[in-house]
């Protein structure tokens, strides 16, 4: 086990301004920014933009994105891996909704629990936050990471880093204002030189993507996380931006800053006089659109049985043909529709349960198809 001590960089990994083979990348980044934005300049940091722009820093600094990796080991309050102190953990990556992963002081994945002592354990290494466990992630292999790639701010990805387990270099730890907007040193000292501003999916894709654009990857029964960008472009709302119904600056489940029926006027539920059935009886009950159309079944770190798992997916639409499957063939990728059962049976576990039970899991399915074609009735 790797256990090298090196003394933990504060806040910037390498010195970018000494660099001059980052300068020039840095400045190849800028080019390619550079039509639809004349920012220029170096990364400043969110904290100067708090001036001007308050309400949108407060906004910002309760979500995710500027914490998704942080060296500040010591001031984040979440246990570290069984057998680990705050010396040997370089960088806490994630830990803020879902699930946290730690970087040893080299920058590889810490993927054994309790090195070098008796009750030494591959894995252990990554924590649940939801359910206070810690899982097994790569267990006990030797893993660079290129976290920094969608983790941070100022990423550039042939630089060499002097952390060797790191690949590439960053400018500023987590997803900081001008990891969208720019290096804004141009911008800070005279506001009418705007930065970027892109709304585009393909620009919240750049991190929030899986793979090949034009699939959705899958493994355990369930979708894999951080493609919410494939997810949208296999669906209906392939067209829609991220941010229509997304506040880019707020908290993932304070963020949602549109209804459903804004746009779906037509979905018969909005209107409760005219509208009776079984989809009526489930909004009356709380059950919102999105707990059909949009349900857990994207596996960041667990599953709660076989029908849900810890993330919602970006699919929408439900298909309740007979013969659809979720999968192709080999679990590895999904088809872009959601079935009845991924629909349905996260919330009817009585009636998955029953059939499971009796060894017929088909027979839920097929529950959930029926009742299915009866919600938006009236
Ligand atoms: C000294 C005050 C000041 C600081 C500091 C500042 N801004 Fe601004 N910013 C402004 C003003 C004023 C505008 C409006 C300019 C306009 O409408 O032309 C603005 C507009 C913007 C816009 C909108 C541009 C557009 O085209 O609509 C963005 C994005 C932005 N700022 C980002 C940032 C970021 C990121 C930072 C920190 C790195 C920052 N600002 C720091 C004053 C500031
Ligand atoms: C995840 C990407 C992302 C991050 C991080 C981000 N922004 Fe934005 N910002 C956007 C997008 C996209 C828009 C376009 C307008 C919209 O959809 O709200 C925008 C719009 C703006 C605007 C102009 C419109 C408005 O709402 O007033 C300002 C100013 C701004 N951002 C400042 C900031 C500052 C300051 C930070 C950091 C504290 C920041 N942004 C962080 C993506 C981001
Ligand atoms: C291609 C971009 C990308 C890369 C590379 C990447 N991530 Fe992520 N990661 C994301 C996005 C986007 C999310 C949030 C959305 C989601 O989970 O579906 C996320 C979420 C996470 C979370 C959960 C955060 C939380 O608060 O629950 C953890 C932990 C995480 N990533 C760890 C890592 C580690 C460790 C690495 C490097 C070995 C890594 N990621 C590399 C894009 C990426
Ligand atoms: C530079 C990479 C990057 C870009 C660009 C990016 N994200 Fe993220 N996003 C992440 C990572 C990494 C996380 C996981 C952070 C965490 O919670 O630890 C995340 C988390 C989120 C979350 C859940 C966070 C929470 O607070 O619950 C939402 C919602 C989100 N992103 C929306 C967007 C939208 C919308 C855009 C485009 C305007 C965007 N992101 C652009 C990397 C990125
Ligand atoms: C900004 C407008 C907008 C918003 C907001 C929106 N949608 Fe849509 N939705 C569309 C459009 C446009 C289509 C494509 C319609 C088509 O292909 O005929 C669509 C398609 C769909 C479909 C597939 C329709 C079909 O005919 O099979 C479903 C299901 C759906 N949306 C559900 C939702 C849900 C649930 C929400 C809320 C989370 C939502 N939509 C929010 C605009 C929107
Ligand atoms: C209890 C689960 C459930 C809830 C809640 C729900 N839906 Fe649906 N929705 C379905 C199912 C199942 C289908 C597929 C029905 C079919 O193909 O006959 C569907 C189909 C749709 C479609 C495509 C068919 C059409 O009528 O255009 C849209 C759009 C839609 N829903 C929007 C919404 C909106 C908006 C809401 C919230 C007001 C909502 N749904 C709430 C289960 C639900
Ligand atoms: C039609 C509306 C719609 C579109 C388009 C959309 N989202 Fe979402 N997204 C939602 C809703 C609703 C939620 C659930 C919020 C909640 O938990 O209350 C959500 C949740 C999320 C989450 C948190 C997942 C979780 O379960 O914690 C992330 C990350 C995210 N969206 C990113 C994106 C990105 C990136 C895009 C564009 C590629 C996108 N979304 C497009 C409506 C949308
Ligand atoms: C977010 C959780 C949730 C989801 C998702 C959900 N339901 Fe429900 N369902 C409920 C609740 C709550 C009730 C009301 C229970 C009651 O009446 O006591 C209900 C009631 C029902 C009933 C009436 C049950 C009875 O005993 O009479 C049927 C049938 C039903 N749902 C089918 C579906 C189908 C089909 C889907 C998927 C398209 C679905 N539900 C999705 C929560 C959910």
């Not at 960008?229 to 119904?245: M, S």
Request: net charge positive.
């Amino acid at each position: 086990m790797r256990r090298r001590m090196r003394p933990r960089p504060a806040g910037r990994i390498v010195g970018v301004k000494n660099s001059s083979v980052l300068a020039s990348a840095l400045a190849a980044c800028t080019l390619i920014l550079a039509p639809s934005a004349p920012a220029t300049g170096t990364h400043v940091g969110s904290d100067t933009c708090k001036k001007c722009h308050f309400d949108i820093w407060s906004s910002f600094r309760a979500s995710g994105h500027p914490f998704a990796l942080r060296s500040d080991v010591d001031r984040r309050p979440l246990p570290l891996p069984g057998g680990h102190d705050v010396e040997d953990v370089g960088w806490i990556v994630g830990g803020r909704t879902h699930k946290a992963n730690y970087l040893d002081t080299d920058g590889y994945l810490i993927t054994t629990a309790y090195p070098g002592q008796p009750n030494e354990t591959p894995g252990r290494n990554e924590y649940d936050l939801v359910s206070g466990e810690w899982l097994d992630l790569h267990a006990g292999e030797t893993k660079p990471s290129d976290c920094g790639r969608c983790h941070s701010t100022g990423y550039v990805a042939g630089a060499p880093n002097p952390n060797p387990g790191l690949v590439g270099t960053w400018e500023l730890e987590g997803v900081q204002c001008e990891a969208c907007h720019g290096p804004a040193s141009g911008h800070v000292g005279f506001p009418f030189s705007n930065p970027l501003v892109d709304p585009s999916a393909k620009a919240c894709g750049k991190c929030h993507s899986n793979g090949d654009l034009s699939q959705v990857l899958a493994a355990d029964g369930f979708l894999r996380p951080n493609s919410q960008y494939n997810e949208l472009l296999a669906g209906p709302h392939r067209t829609r931006f991220c941010t229509e119904c997304h506040d880019p600056h707020a908290r993932g489940d304070l963020s949602f800053r549109i209804e459903c029926t804004d746009c779906h006027t037509h979905a018969a539920m909005a209107s409760p006089k005219a509208f009776q059935g079984l989809g009526r009886r489930h909004l009356d009950h709380g059950v919102r659109c999105i707990d059909c159309h949009m349900p857990y079944v994207v596996k960041s770190s667990a599953s709660h049985g076989p029908w849900k798992a810890d993330l919602r997916s970006h699919l929408f639409e439900i298909t309740l043909n007979p013969d659809a499957k979720m999968f192709k063939a080999g679990g590895t990728l999904a088809k872009g529709k959601l079935t009845a059962g991924y629909a349905c049976l996260g919330c009817h576990v009585e009636v998955a349960d029953k059939w499971t039970k009796k060894g017929k899991p088909k027979k839920a399915e097929a529950w959930a198809r029926k009742h299915a074609a009866k919600i938006h009735d009236d």
